[in-house]
Each structure stands twice: as structure tokens, then as C-alpha cells.
């Protein structure tokens, strides 16, 4: 049984048809990777899974549940968790406290007055374990607004992984970072990746051939190839696809 699955999953607004007819399957304990020229879609797909946005039809199956009209804290809860292409975190709280309020948010009383935050062990060893995952302990108790740029990206994808997902949604995680720092974030999707089944929306191609088991390739809305890296980049259709913006393997 596929983690993820599609069912003629259409987005419309007004007259333009974002998504088209979108039969896709995920399956667990993989890296899936959608991608495609500006405009294909890629965007309005990923908040159509994250439930950002709800389809004008279609269907949308997590482990076997239907969840197309499940809200964005409702995927959250049932194990969905995504980071965002511009990097959603409290740039006033410090790192350390960025993951921990997304892991708080996981329990009953964790959120009770009476109690300090540090009295929560559990929370703080997984806090912590988080942290070292995503390279961030050096900056623990920095404000997130003051860290590096390519830190606040993994700062996001930790919140996400503070969630406690099965499937991460990764929306562009490499958008605007350093060469140095893009090669750091494919190491840890890589690392992330023996643990995390991941759905990957990116425009590197480099980072997309390198991590991938899977490509879905996006076209005005609709798929035209699918398979692995190898197979895709060969695909006629999909160089053709991407003449217009000249993109390089």
C-alpha cells in the first residue's frame, strides 16, 4: 500500500488549472521529488498534499486514510509534516526554543503553566537529539532571526522533524542557500531520508538526481514522466519541457 496517493487530484482558480488531473503514489521509505518548469504546478501540488490549499477534485489517501478535506494541524497530528520555501520560524525565540515549542505541541500537558518547560526531560532529550541531527547545538541559544541563512533552513526542517512525521514535505529546502550550504542540506536529506519517507519539491537538479528514488516531473499542471532520475532525465518530453529555461543536469 502506497504512504501517500492521488486520485485526479485537480486545483482550478477561476479559469486556470493549476493542477490537472494528478494521479500520484508515494511509497514508503523513499525520496520522491517533484519538479518542472516555472509555472508547471510544483507549488500548487505541495500545498494540495500539506492541505494548505483543499482540491476542486480529486482525492488525497495518507496510510490508507482519505484526508482531501483534512486541514494543514490535522495532516500535522496523523504524522505529515513539511517545512516552507520561505522559512517559517520565531525569529525573537532562540533555536532551542523553536524546537521545543513544535515538540510541546505533540502532548497533552505540555503546555502546562505550573510546570517549567526545562522540567519536561523527555522533551528537552529530543530537543536536543534534534538538534545535533540538523548541525544546529552550536547555535542552540542564538535567536533564530540572527543565525545564518542556511541554518534558519535547517532550523525549519528541524521544526518539521519536531512534529514527529512519517512523511516530510519538503518545500524548496536549498531555495537561496550557498553551494556550501546547498551540499550540507543534501547530506542531511540524504541522512533524514534512512528514517523519514520525504516528498521533495526542488528546482536544483543537482540536489534532485542526487537524493531521489523517485521523480515526478510537472508540466502545466500535468505530469509527463515519472521514474527514476535516470529515466527522467533521458525523457524526451522532459527536455523539451525545460528548453525554455536552459537547465543543465
Known amino acids: 500500500m502506497p504512504l501517500l496517493e492521488t486520485k485526479g487530484l485537480t486545483k482550478s482558480f477561476g479559469a486556470l488549472v493549476a493542477v490537472n ?17 516555472n509555472g508547471a504546478g510544483k507549488t500548487t501540488l505541495f500545498n494540495l498534499l500539506a492541505g494548505t490549499y483543499s482540491p476542486t477534485a480529486g482525492t488525497i489517501t495518507f496510510n490508507g486514510k482519505v484526508i482531501t478535506s483534512s486541514k494543514v494541524f490535522e ?20 533555536v532551542h526554543e523553536n524546537v521545543r515549542l513544535a515538540l510541546q505541541s505533540r502532548g497533552k500537558n505540555n503546555f502546562n503553566m505550573l510546570r517549567k518547560a526545562t522540567d519536561l526531560k523527555e522533551i528537552e532529550e529530543k530537543t536536543a537529539a534534534i538538534l545535533n541531527e540538523m ?20 532550523l525549519d526542517v528541524a521544526i518539521a522533524l519536531a512534529t514527529e512525521p512519517i512523511l516530510l514535505l519538503l518545500d524548496e529546502p536549498t531555495s537561496g542557500m550557498s553551494v556550501e550550504d546547498t551540499n550540507r542540506m543534501i547530506d542531511l536529506i540524504k541522512k533524514l531520508s534512512k528514517s523519514f519517507s520525504i516528498v521533495l519539491v526542488e528546482h536544483h537538479m543537482t540536489v534532485v538526481m542526487s537524493i531521489s528514488d523517485n521523480v515526478t516531473v510537472l508540466h502545466q499542471g500535468s505530469i509527463i514522466a515519472e521514474g527514476p532520475p535516470e529515466s527522467v532525465q533521458k525523457d524526451k518530453e522532459v527536455m523539451k519541457a525545460y528548453l525554455g529555461e536552459k537547465k543543465s543536469w
Open 135 to 154: 548541525r544546529l547545538r552550536e547555535f542552540k541559544d542564538q535567536k533564530a532571526g540572527i543565525i545564518p541563512y542556511g541554518s534558519q533552513r535547517s
Open 75 to 94: 495532516r500535522s497530528h496523523i504524522g505529515i509534516g513539511r517545512s516552507y520555501q520561505i522559512t517559517n520560524i520565531f525569529p525573537e525565540l532562540t
Open 21 to 37: 488531473n494528478i494521479n500520484l503514489t508515494v511509497e514508503k521509505d523513499k525520496v520522491h521529488s517533484i519538479i518542472g518548469p
